[in-house]
């Protein structure tokens, strides 16, 4: 071999490559302690208002008459808050739960009070119709392409209209006679002390968590709600389940109906719009509590009870009437802002895990 001569160019040095720092990694038990302050610190939060109110206003907060009166006021905006977790889990929102609401309890009073029905069927009959509007709403959304927003905002406009149309813009307001006495203790009656109607809402969460958590169903919700586009690469038959999704939701919105029709005893065309705003709040602050990032029914169910005892203790307290609507869109804004979050952390976080094919992914036979 001959040297290279002088005037031959001598190759240029490979540019070293730039030093990647690691990443930083937090310490298990740094990573332990965010989890559980994500998943009960709403928990955490509820103990210590409770905890508060009783010291400020000992003589009345921390009584059972209280304890029992809450429950009954905030049995049905926890009845509607888990109605509405079930859509949220698929990544939609039905926004004609409030109309849905009122257009069910003047159907009950209707049916039992002009129609002279049976009130065991009438109940019934609502219910069912509650099932049957959801699934409109789950057809509308998901064969004609409308945002759920778009598309249950404008169904709920047409239940109110049925509601006006039913009621004549009056209430319903029963005979001398009243209403039928097992009717009015489907609300009223007592069970262990406290109201049946906390009852109603631990068997529903009982019911919305066995499904989410429990069952194929729940798991296929949550797909959808992420990731629609590898859930239908899965096999999941996304329309189908949304569907589902938005007939459950009318399903409870029924059976809520019908329990306010039997608290108020009388039809009021325009009572369901004030258990909107209440019902969507729970419900997206329960996605950041117990299984933080995802609409679930505990973390629903803690959210619910944390506004309970807010909304209890800042009025036995003497504030202002508009207080509640301040505290109650207050409270959309800081649970919208953490549920969004905490999906972002989420997604960073799967994006810094090993990436799966799709043949990792539970394939789904419709």
Known sequence: MTPPSASSPSPSPSPRPRPVRPARERTPLSRRFGHLVGAYGLLALTALLFLA???ALPDTFPTLDNISAVLSSQSIPALLALGATIPIATGKFDLSIGYGLGLAHVMTMQLVVAEGWPWPLACLAVVLG??????VNGVVVEFARIDSFIATLGTGSIMYAFTGWITGGARIVPGPNGLPAGFTALYDSRF???????????ALTAVLW?????????RYLYVIGSNPRAADLVGIPSRRYVIHAFTGSGLVVGIAGVLLAAQQQLGNPSVGMDYLLPAFVGALLGSTAIRPGRANALGTLVAVTVLAIGLAGIGQLGAQFWVTPLFNGSTLLIAVGLAGYEARRQLRHRRAQPSRSLHDLPRVTP
């Open 192 to 202: 262990l002390g406290l109201p049946v109607s906390a009852f109603y809402v631990l």
């Open 130 to 135: 509650g099932a049957v509007v959801g699934a």
């Open 53 to 55: 109110f009783s010291l």
């Open 210 to 218: 066995l499904l989410l958590e429990r069952l194929p169903l729940g």
